[in-house]
């Protein structure tokens, strides 16, 4: 097994336990709503602490469900990913292009001399 490889395998098995050992220590048990995000969190920290608040804006967009909210998510997360590996593959064309051309212009030169 390559050093890469054994990386990529700890890698890999260090998010599996990032995502498994909340749930499996039970960290969410007890609440109503156990792995909520962030900004409802702090919603409800909020309005526990001053429940006359109003907010200075309200949302352009409201999605009818939760399900909604949270596929719209998964779909800017997609898109996100999408463009950061078409970046990097870009990049990483071009340096395999650089690295060709670079080897045939060697080349070339040297059956010329």
């Known amino acids: 097994m390559t050093r890469?490889?054994?990386?990529?395998?700890?890698?890999l098995l260090l998010v599996?336990?990032?995502?498994?050992?909340?749930?499996?220590?039970?960290?969410?048990?007890g609440k109503e709503?156990?792995?909520s995000g962030a900004?409802?969190?702090?919603?409800?920290?909020i309005t526990?602490?001053?429940?006359?608040?109003?907010?200075w804006f309200s949302p352009l967009y409201?999605?009818?469900?939760?399900?909604i909210e949270s596929a719209l998510f998964a779909l800017q997360a997609a898109l996100g990913a999408g463009v950061?590996?078409?970046?990097?593959g870009v990049r990483k064309g071009r340096?395999?292009?650089?690295a060709a051309a670079a080897a045939a212009s060697a080349s070339a030169s040297a059956t010329e001399s």
């Open 4 to 11: 890469n490889a054994k990386i990529n395998t700890l890698l």
């Open 16 to 29: 599996a336990a990032l995502a498994v050992l909340p749930l499996a220590l039970g960290l969410g048990e």
């Open 33 to 35: 709503e156990p792995f």
């Open 39 to 45: 900004d409802g969190q702090a919603e409800a920290a």
């Open 48 to 55: 526990e602490l001053k429940p006359d608040y109003e907010p």
């Open 62 to 67: 409201e999605p009818p469900s939760a399900e």
């Open 84 to 88: 950061l590996a078409y970046y990097f």
């Open 95 to 98: 340096r395999q292009g650089a």
